[in-house]
């Protein structure tokens, strides 16, 4: 029951405040199966609904099921762009290359 009432204050207007509160830097850092995931949707929800201050949202995840769990449950309406890695089996002699630019910063 005390994880069910944690989940409820999880909302997308309450992590704006917070994310107002720590002036634009906060970090939010809970446990496995807590509600991360869930929490992140509601907070682009939030944004896309209401009139908030912010524009955007940037989401960076470790893996890529946790992305495509995300943009399975956003809803439609919800403008997205996915930026993949770099395709290195296609840049062929190139990729050489490519890995020195990306590892100077360059790329």
Known sequence: MALADFRQGLTGRHALQQLTHADGRLLINLPVGVGKTELIIRIIQHISKDDTKFDAVLLMV??????????????????????????????????????????????
Not at 67 to 88: D, I, N
């Open 62 to 107: 470790p893996r890529n099921d946790i992305l495509e769990e995300v943009l399975k449950r956003l809803p439609a309406s919800v403008e997205r762009s996915v930026l993949r890695p770099r395709p290195f089996q296609r840049c062929g002699d190139l990729n050489r290359e490519w890995q020195s630019f990306e590892k100077s910063g360059c790329a």
